[in-house]
């Protein structure tokens, strides 16, 4: 199971950090990935991390701005998102699976998604 946390509303420029607990047979040892879904629009990468932490991956819109990282110990994954854009405002959703890229089809587990909203 993974369950995010951590999304609301924000003004153009704010940060927001989100949270993703893997429970049950998911944990860090999966990969792990963000991904956004805005209304109308295909669900996308935003950034992954790679089972041991050594390599990340980002969508070029969020790079300089958001960062990937986790913590083995409490099986967490977070997205600090600083400097944050209207065009950032979409549901977040955290997945778990054997790739760590912008692809949905490398990520088999999927949580429930928690909502960010940037105002200009």
């Known amino acids: 199971q993974l369950v995010e946390s951590g999304g609301g509303s924000v003004q153009a420029g704010g940060s927001l950090r989100l949270s993703c607990a893997a429970s049950?047979?998911?944990?860090?040892?999966?990969?792990m990935g963000w991904f956004r879904q805005a209304p109308g629009k295909e669900r996308e990468g935003v950034a992954g991390?790679?089972?041991?932490?050594?390599?990340?991956y980002y969508a070029d819109s969020v790079k300089g701005r958001f960062t990937i990282s986790q913590d083995s110990a409490k099986n967490t994954v977070y997205l600090q998102m600083n400097s944050l854009k209207p065009e950032d405002t979409a549901m977040y959703y955290c997945?778990?699976?054997?790739?760590?890229?912008?692809?949905?089809?490398?990520?088999?587990?999927w949580g429930q998604g928690t909502q960010v909203t940037v105002s200009s």
């Open positions: 991390i790679h089972t041991g932490g050594g390599s990340t």
């Open positions: 997945a778990a699976g054997r790739g760590y890229g912008g692809s949905c089809e490398d990520f088999a587990y």
């Open positions: 049950g047979d998911i944990n860090t040892r999966y990969s």
